[in-house]
Each structure stands twice: as structure tokens, then as C-alpha cells.
């Protein structure tokens, strides 16, 4: 009864969202309130329950969201993103611009939405594709495949990020393999753009631009490139740091230098100085519009917010149930258990379209089944957090928002889309499960 209360309930998720357009704050409290009260919990428990979930989940993770997103939305209003692309596209040269545009954009993803990365990075195409000899589809695919790579593998991606509080997974490790597994996924798509970008026509010619590949070393509004560099790195370099120090054979030893990066790789410090290090990029703009970028970061970091801490409610609600006992899943592999999490998290995705949603549902129904599939020590915790992502790419078709953004600004037509951007997250997220369960044989 309690498996037909889940089923019952994740559907009805879907619906909420995708039929009915209810916000996912409010289709995940009301799924844990469902859940809660058909699971035989008292009224005041379930929300008690709900909120302790609630207010765990935020504690770890609530002001990291918001330096993250002021981090990104800093990096898009000052150039810092088309620095960053331009100088990976004069690092590897015109003829292989794709492949440059492509890790450009796995890039910039990390702190930048990828919808907001491909509207910003997407006017390079024509330029590009008009110099180098090469059809402007190729580089409208590998644009669009890079940047979807990083959205659901690397933290301070809102969707990884989650999971990774949600599962209690160390950051700095989901970080790590995330990058690797990342780039893995976003050449996959580079590949699929060389494949069957050549094959594609737009659906109508692209509208002449004058708009070139920017020189950005002269111009006094764009941001130097190491500026631009600093506040996306340097958080993620300490995070990292910080992890390999409490490895738990402390390679670094445990004495000051330990404690020092245990301090300054701590999350949020991490973001916070990453936050600082942001505002250096401003050049020419008055503090109004400084003050305006830092509201408009923290009312869509509000958001996300929401969303995260009600899936952390959500998560809450599930572990009251014994779910081996439920299953009779007995003694079963870490292989079973990152399968089932890619499973669930793709079938959410391709049903109501958003990742990032798929990702914190997913989360909150694997987290009570860990210790069941063996995947509770450091890095297997990380790798379901990444079985998670890789499921939650597969695939991004008509009802997710990305799709049409792809399509749209690429002028293709849904069929052309379809083969073109959902073929590639296909291939994308296969490729990403079969390099964590080679990781998880590696090092399991």
C-alpha cells in the first residue's frame, strides 16, 4: 500500500506541475502532506516532520544557493561569460570553434543557468559559423550540449547542489567527479554536433548580424579575464581543498592548514568569497544598478530556495518508511541502486521537464535507500548524486523550457530540434551513467 501511496503521489507531482502549472514548491508540500498522512503519520507529526526537513535541508545549502546565483548573475550582466568564451575560442582556434563554444559553455554553466547561457552565448554562433566554414546547427548543438552538462552534474548548480543535501553527500567530492564526469558528457555532445549538426538545416535562414566574435581585451566595460576567472574558481578550488584535507586519511595532516581549509572551503565561505571577488568585475556601472543586479540575484535565488527546501520536506517525509522491508530488496549492489536512481530521475524528467525538479524528487525517494544498496561512504554517496543528474538529463524535449530556448534562438523546427538537441541528451545521459557505474567499479 505504502509503494501505491508513492507511485500514487509522484504522479500526481507530475500532473500538478506539467498539466496544471502549480508551482513545485507547493506540488512537493502537498505530496509530503499526502504522503505523510497515508503513511499512517499523526497530523502534527507530518509537520513536524516537514519542517524539520524543511529547515535541515536550507541550513546546508540556503545562502550557498544565493551567492551562487549572485555569483552568475554577475558573470552574465558585467560579459564575464563572453570573456570566458571568447578566450576558450581563441585558446583552441577557429576550426575547432565547436569544441571550443562546447567546453565554453560547460563552463559557464556552473554558476549560470542554461537557458541564460545559451541566449547570452548563442549570438557567437552566426559569427563562427560564417568565419570557420562550418554549419551554424554544429555549433548550436555543442553550445546547447555543454551547457546542459555542467546544470546537472556541478554544484553551485541549484539541482546538484540539492541532491547533494539531501543525500548528505560531501560537496566538495560531488564536485570533483562531477567536473569529470561533466566533461565526459559534454564531449559526447560535441560529437553528436559534429555527427548530426551537418545534417540539419535551420528552419529559416538566420537573420544577418553584424555581431562578430568580440574582442574583449579593449574594451574598458567587459572584465579582465583573470577577474572573471577568480569568482567562479577560486570557491570551487577551496571546496575541493577542503575535501581532500578531511579525506579521511588527512594527506594534509590535521593542524592549522587542515583547520584553514576546512574554514575557507566550507561552502558557504567558499561562495561568499566568491561573491567579493564578483563585484570586482563591475566597471562603469553605478552602485544603483549594482544594488539592482544583487536583488535581482537574490528574489530568482528565492526561488530556487523554495523548491529545494520543499524537496528536502518531501525527503523527510519518505524516511519514515522501511523501505527495504517494503521492497524486500534484502542484500542488494551499489550497481541496483545508482540504476534505479538514473531510472526514476530520467523518468521525472522526461514526464514534466524540469531537472532540477526530477533531481530533488529523486533525491528525497533514493536517500532512505542508501544503506540498502551499500552506497553510504563518501564517494558512493557522490556518485548517487551524479546517477541522479546523469538521469535527469534524459531527455530535455517539448516540455522543458531549455528546449525551446535551444530551438528557438537556433531557428530550427521541432522535428529538427527533436533529432538534433533531444537525440543529444539521450546519448548525453547514457553517457554519463555508464561512466559513473565505470567509477563506481573503479573505486566502490
Keep these: 500500500m505504502e509503494l501505491i501511496v508513492l507511485f500514487s503521489v509522484i504522479v500526481l507531482i507530475i500532473i500538478a506541475t506539467v498539466r496544471f502549472k502549480v508551482h513545485p514548491v507547493f506540488s512537493l508540500t502537498l505530496a509530503a502532506i499526502v504522503c505523510g498522512l497515508l503513511f499512517g503519520l499523526s497530523p502534527g507529526n507530518v509537520m513536524n516532520t516537514i519542517g524539520e526537513g524543511f529547515g535541515k535541508t536550507l541550513s546546508s545549502i540556503g545562502l550557498v544557493i544565493a551567492f551562487g546565483t549572485v555569483i552568475g548573475t554577475f558573470l552574465e550582466r558585467t560579459g564575464g561569460t563572453k570573456v570566458l568564451a571568447n578566450a576558450i575560442i581563441k585558446g583552441v582556434g577557429l576550426q575547432r570553434s565547436p569544441l571550443a563554444l562546447n567546453l565554453a559553455g560547460l563552463i559557464i554553466s556552473i554558476p549560470v543557468y542554461c537557458d541564460s547561457g545559451f541566449v547570452i552565448l548563442s549570438s557567437l554562433n552566426k559569427a563562427l559559423s560564417k568565419k570557420a566554414g562550418i554549419k551554424i546547427l554544429v555549433f548550436a548543438i555543442a553550445l546547447a550540449t555543454g551547457l546542459y552538462s555542467a546544470h546537472v552534474f556541478v554544484p553551485p548548480t541549484p539541482g546538484p547542489l540539492a ?3 539531501i543525500l548528505e553527500a560531501d560537496l566538495g567530492m560531488v564536485m570533483l567527479f562531477g567536473l569529470l564526469v561533466a566533461v565526459c ?28 566574435i568580440m574582442d574583449t581585451s579593449g574594451r574598458e566595460d567587459y572584465p579582465s579575464l583573470l577577474k572573471t576567472l577568480l569568482p567562479l574558481f577560486l570557491p ?19 593542524g592549522v592548514l587542515a583547520s584553514l581549509l576546512g574554514f575557507l ?14 563585484f570586482t568585475m563591475v566597471r562603469g556601472v553605478g552602485k544603483k544598478q549594482n544594488q539592482e543586479w544583487v536583488a535581482e540575484s537574490l528574489k530568482q535565488a528565492g526561488s530556487i530556495v523554495l523548491i529545494t527546501g520543499a524537496g528536502g520536506a518531501f525527503g523527510a517525509i519518505l524516511r519514515t518508511l522501511d523501505f527495504e522491508s517494503l521492497l524486500q530488496i534484502g542484500s542488494a549492489s551499489g550497481l541496483g541502486g545508482l540504476l534505479l536512481a538514473f531510472g526514476i530521475a530520467a523518468v521525472l524528467k522526461t514526464a514534466q ?3 532540477t525538479v526530477s533531481i530533488i524528487t529523486t533525491a528525497a525517494i533514493i536517500a532512505p535507500l542508501l544503506g540498502t544498496f551499500g552506497l553510504e561512504g563518501i564517494v558512493n554517496k557522490a556518485l548517487a548524486v551524479l546517477a541522479i543528474g546523469a538521469g535527469a538529463m534524459t531527455v530535455s ?11 528557438e534562438f537556433s531557428h530550427m523546427d521541432m522535428k529538427t530540434a527533436l533529432r538534433g538537441h533531444t537525440l543529444a541528451t539521450f546519448f548525453q545521459g547514457l553517457t554519463g551513467i555508464l561512466i559513473i557505474l565505470g567509477l563506481y567499479l573503479l573505486l566502490g
Design 265 to 278: 572551503g566550507n561552502p558557504i565561505t567558499a561562495l561568499f568569497i566568491g561573491v567579493l571577488f564578483s
Design 163 to 165: 541532491a547533494a543535501a
Design 236 to 254: 570551487l578550488l577551496l571546496i575541493a581543498l577542503k575535501s581532500v584535507a578531511e579525506y579521511p586519511t588527512f594527506p594534509l595532516g590535521e
Design 353 to 355: 521537464g524540469s531537472s
Design 185 to 212: 558528457v559534454s564531449l559526447a555532445g560535441y560529437l553528436w554536433a559534429l555527427y548530426m549538426g551537418k545534417r540539419l538545416n535551420t528552419q529559416e535562414e538566420v537573420p544577418e548580424t553584424n555581431k562578430t
Design 397 to 407: 524535449h517539448v516540455n522543458d523550457s531549455y528546449f525551446w530556448v535551444v530551438a
